[in-house]
């Protein structure tokens, strides 16, 4: 079975409501309110789905990243930058421990 980590990732709530959007819209060159795929960000995928995220993330707000109940099975608070997902050993530790999880 297959399992889904976001890692400090704006999945839920309005996309302007971190201090990414404008950043993504000049590198992807669409606005946040019309990707180029249709997807609801929001509905939570059929496998288990664990949100890591940060309050102190500093670019994405918490509770985009942090998600609601019906849209994740899991939510971790890890305290690192939104660049600390990627080096800071608790977060890197915390994706293994969630891999190693059953279900």
């Not at 180029?36 to 707000?61: E, N, Q």
Request: proline share 11%; net charge neutral; glycine share 8%.
């Amino acid at each position: 079975m297959g399992k889904v980590v976001t890692m400090g990732t704006p999945f839920s709530g309005d996309p302007r409501a971190n201090n990414a959007w404008r950043a993504y819209q000049v590198v992807t060159g669409h606005s946040v309110d019309a990707p180029p795929i249709d997807c609801d960000f929001a509905a939570k995928p059929p496998v288990p789905t664990i949100a890591l995220w940060s309050p102190r993330d500093g670019v994405i707000h918490p509770r985009s990243a942090c998600g609601w109940p019906h849209e994740r099975d899991r939510a971790v608070a890890i305290r690192c930058s939104h660049l600390g997902f990627a080096s800071d050993p608790r977060a890197i530790a915390e994706v293994l421990r969630q891999l190693d999880i059953e279900g």
